[in-house]
């Protein structure tokens, strides 16, 4: 059984679980769900277990084995240099440097590790490691939410890295090249720094496109899901030319996101060794919806930039003959860390699912 990739967002709950025959990844089950259409309390409340257990229970996923994605506000990574050893010993090592960094208990942590394939270290027979820690705690508060809602807890992964996972597997990140990252959410922006196909660095801002609607609902008093509408229907090459109260507040709103995604960019460019080093910038999430904001974003930073979409190498067609191309065009750019996270279980290139 392949697994249900989970992600729970602020607003959001999306799945997919894929199935692959020879070669092809196919489309076998997905869902998404907006809590502002069964909420009329949102933001102020939240009711994201009971829908949830609901979209578990519709989609028959009762018992479904599930990898679940968790903000990168929510997990430590460390970069470490260690001696080349054998798995066992690495794993006490990394265990060891995690837990006195974070001056934690071992028992109080769980990790995962990988070595970097890509970034070495100048001195011979050492290695260059990236290490992910939570504290047990926050794990099983996850878990019990999916065990609570029907589901088998397989995985938890970084947000970023599963939808760095999605990236690689529909051939966004070329060999050689450096991308900028930006997942557009509700709560957050999440960027990361991709280098020849391996995640590099994350960030995480609190500039959100959820700040479009509450800046709207403040001012114009007109209720948040009203301010989703008219939030979609903002063209982002119109800004400077209002026409109205809802587009000057939108402007502004937008000129501070893109303030904020300066400033992710120019800590990535000074990572790397010059600008001409990033190949460009990939927007996923429900933000990047927003009309032209790629064009915009392109003549702004001058850097291409790419609205994704998850699903690019993935066979969709039976899955469209229970929803119009349309409507599945509309939710694809909610679902780039579920694909990753539906990814995980595959090792890619390989033969048929068994």
């Not at 690495?90 to 970097?116: G, K, L």
């Not at 003549?299 to 899955?319: A, E, G, M, Q, W």
Request: charged content about 25%.
């Amino acid at each position: 059984m392949s697994l249900l990739g989970l992600d729970i967002g602020t607003r959001t709950i999306k799945a997919v679980k894929l199935k692959k025959r020879s070669r092809q990844y196919y489309l076998d089950n997905y869902f998404l769900y907006d809590l502002l259409n069964s909420n009329k309390d949102y933001p102020a409340t939240s009711n994201t277990e009971s829908v949830l257990k609901n979209a578990i229970k519709t989609n028959g996923l009762k018992g479904q084995k599930v990898s679940c994605s968790v903000s990168e506000n929510d997990v430590l990574n460390f970069e470490l240099t260690l001696p080349r050893m054998p798995t066992k010993e690495t794993d006490i090592a990394v265990m060891h440097e995690v837990s006195t960094q974070m001056d934690v208990p071992q028992t109080e942590i769980s990790f995962d590790y990988f070595i970097r394939k890509n970034i070495g270290t100048s001195v011979k027979d050492q290695i260059s490691i990236k290490a992910y820690c939570m504290r047990k705690h926050e794990i099983a508060t996850r878990t019990k939410l999916l065990s609570d809602v029907n589901l088998k807890p397989d995985s938890i992964e970084p947000m970023m890295l599963a939808t760095t996972a999605m990236l690689d597997f529909n051939g966004y990140l070329a060999a050689g090249k450096s991308w900028i990252v930006f997942d557009m959410g509700e709560s957050l922006i999440t960027s990361g720094l991709v280098i020849n196909r391996e995640l590099i660095l994350t960030r995480s801002e609190l500039t959100s496109c959820g700040a479009v609607n509450r800046a709207l609902n403040e001012h114009l008093k007109c209720g948040y899901e009203k301010a989703e509408q008219l939030k979609l229907q903002y063209d982002f090459a119109s800004g400077g030319n209002a026409q109205n109260q809802a587009d000057t507040i939108m402007d502004e709103m937008y000129t501070k996101i893109t303030g904020k995604l300066r400033e992710m960019i120019e800590v990535y460019r000074d990572f790397t060794t010059s600008s001409g080093d990033i190949g460009g910038i990939l927007l996923s999430g429900g933000g990047s919806r927003i009309k032209n904001i790629d064009q915009v974003l392109q003549l702004f930073f001058k850097t291409p930039v790419i609205v994704v979409n998850p699903f690019r190498h993935i066979d969709v067609s039976r899955t469209h003959q229970q929803s119009s191309p349309s409507e599945f065009d509309k939710i694809a750019s909610y679902m780039s860390t579920a694909v990753g996270l539906a990814l995980t279980d595959f090792n890619l290139g390989d033969g048929d699912e068994k």
